[in-house]
Each structure stands twice: as structure tokens, then as C-alpha cells.
């Protein structure tokens, strides 16, 4: 059974960091890739970063150079390193197992980021 934990998320303040992880079971890690996306309130899902089994990794554009997403397949874990946030970041954000067509997620981990 595929299992994805999230954990990391908090309250910030605009401008600050958090570092959230995914914990994987159930499947080789190390031969998917991975993906985090995200739902603001009210709105749908949203895709915000892929991390491939080549290292490669690309970013949707409304975080694009302040977000940062790694993989320790040894561990079994993705990482989304996320500084420099904004009120718009506000969501609950998924680990997601495969790339933007993901095949599972998990429960999410909220992110709220308030002065």
C-alpha cells in the first residue's frame, strides 16, 4: 500500500521559510518521480514542483526561484524547501507519487503564511 506523509507545515510570517517533508512507503522511491502541489481555500489543486529520478526538477512559475524541492531516495523522502514567503502561499500542500499526472498523494500538511 502506497503511503505518503506530509509534515513541516506551520504558521509564518510573509518573508519567512518552512522546509516540509514527505515520508514514502510502499513503492521504490527511488524510481518515481515525485511532486508537490498544493490547494489554496477555495480554489483547486495546483502544481508547484516535480523532482525527477535523473536529479532534474522543475517548479511552476509562481514559485519559481523560491522554492527548492529535493529527494534523499536512501530515506525515502522528499523534501520542499520554501523561503521568501507570501500571504498567496496560504494551502495545504501534497506529496504527490509521479510527476503532474500523479498516481497518489497524501493527507497534506498545512501551510498558513499571516502577519
Known amino acids: 500500500e502506497v503511503q505518503l506523509v506530509e509534515s513541516g507545515g506551520g504558521s509564518v510570517q510573509p518573508g519567512g521559510s518552512l522546509r516540509l517533508s514527505c515520508a514514502a512507503s510502499?513503492?521504490?522511491?527511488?524510481?518515481?518521480?515525485m511532486s508537490w502541489v498544493r490547494q489554496a481555500p477555495g480554489k483547486g489543486l495546483e502544481w508547484i514542483s516535480t523532482?525527477?529520478?535523473?536529479?532534474?526538477?522543475n517548479y511552476a512559475d509562481s514559485v519559481k526561484g523560491r522554492f527548492t524541492v529535493s529527494r534523499e531516495n536512501g530515506k525515502n523522502r522528499l523534501y520542499l524547501r520554501m523561503s521568501s514567503l507570501e500571504p498567496e502561499d496560504t494551502a495545504v500542500y501534497y506529496c504527490?507519487?509521479?510527476?503532474?499526472?500523479?498516481?497518489?498523494r497524501g493527507q497534506g500538511t498545512q501551510v498558513t503564511v499571516s502577519s
Open positions: 504527490a507519487q509521479g510527476g503532474r499526472s500523479w498516481l497518489n
Open positions: 523532482s525527477y529520478t535523473s536529479g532534474a526538477a
Open positions: 510502499g513503492f521504490t522511491f527511488s524510481t518515481y518521480a
